[in-house]
């Protein structure tokens, strides 16, 4: 039942991931042995099983608690993620962990990050992604921006300025008041005004309410919970004194697609000078598989 040159059935882990229960959070699959893969099997993997986004492991010879990430959405390979990390890790704790807590490596394109692992009981795990310095890019203009998200420029905070802000990807972070996070959707594609702008994606971000929203750029599907975004959300809050140094706050998000989701968030620094991101959540297990077939190379 195998495709020419695969190696037999690929097992994957599907996990819900900032969420204690199955089937809410955000769903993930974890393919923790993908060494034998190339990036186009991986793309068309994703495609099929049609998670937000799914994460490859690769050994490549590494240390036991070392792996390099490979994460796919449905359009494209991204070069840094926070969900498939934290989910990631606790697959890599269930079949690799001897203790209650666990500590793990990650390689990826934009950067090598830690996940510390705990094991809560069957199934249940917590993890925690500390995502390094947050950088902080420039603060636009926030002419045009509301409109973005078919909003009016009363809809935006107006104590808080927008900002481009990054932990690996490039986020537009936009702090909307009021029922404004409950009014936003995207009615035109964002690539080229994020572009122009500096950033890769948009987070819009209500500070009173710690609660944020996400869409791919084509505003066609809501992310349940963005850790990237929540990552870069955590440095910008902690910049304009939002949360103290280290504090750790509750982010919700997920809320608009029915599975609500909870991210714990942190950074430690002052200003610009923002040292240490961390994004943290749990993760319950949902289901084991096999892929009996690969796609081609």
């Known amino acids: ?63 036991e608690r070392t792996r390099r990430a490979r994460v796919f959405d449905l359009t494209e390979e991204l070069d840094f993620a926070g969900h498939p990390l934290i989910g990631a890790a606790a697959v890599l704790h269930a079949l690799h962990g001897t203790a209650d807590h666990e500590a793990w490596t ?32 420039g603060r636009p203009d926030p002419h045009g921006l509301a409109a973005l998200f078919a909003l009016e420029p009363v809809d935006l905070d107006p104590a808080l300025p927008p900002e481009i802000v990054s932990t690996g990807l490039r986020y537009l972070v936009l702090p909307v008041r009021g029922d404004a996070l409950a009014r936003a959707r ?12 500096g950033a890769q994606f948009a987070y819009l971000l209500d500070a009173a309410a710690l ?3 996400h869409w791919n750029n084509d505003g066609m599907l809501e992310d349940v919970a963005t ?40 950074a430690d620094g002052h200003g610009q000078d923002i040292r240490s991101v961390r994004v943290g959540g749990s993760v319950a297990f949902v289901a084991d598989g096999r892929l009996h077939e690969l796609p081609p190379v």
């Open 106 to 137: 990650l390689h990826l394109p934009a950067r090598t990050v830690e996940v510390a692992t705990q094991r809560r009981g069957p199934g249940r795990y917590a993890s925690l992604l500390d995502q390094g310095a947050a950088e902080f890019l």
């Open 227 to 266: 850790g990237s975004g929540a990552g870069c959300a955590a440095a910008y809050l902690r910049r304009h004194g939002r949360i103290g140094t280290g504090e750790r706050a509750l982010l919700r998000q997920g809320r608009f697609t029915g599975r609500p989701s909870e991210m714990t968030v942190s």
């Open 1 to 63: 039942m195998n495709s020419p040159g695969s190696v037999g059935p690929m097992r994957y882990h599907h996990v819900d991931v900032f969420t204690g229960q199955p089937y809410s959070g955000n769903g993930l699959a974890v393919f923790p042995d993908a060494d034998a893969l190339t990036g186009a099997q991986m793309q068309t993997i994703t495609r099929e099983l049609r998670h937000f986004e799914s994460v490859f492991l690769i050994r490549d010879g590494a240390p």
């Open 211 to 213: 609660e944020g929203r």
């Open 186 to 197: 995207i009615d035109a594609p964002l690539d080229a005004p994020l572009a122009r702008l």
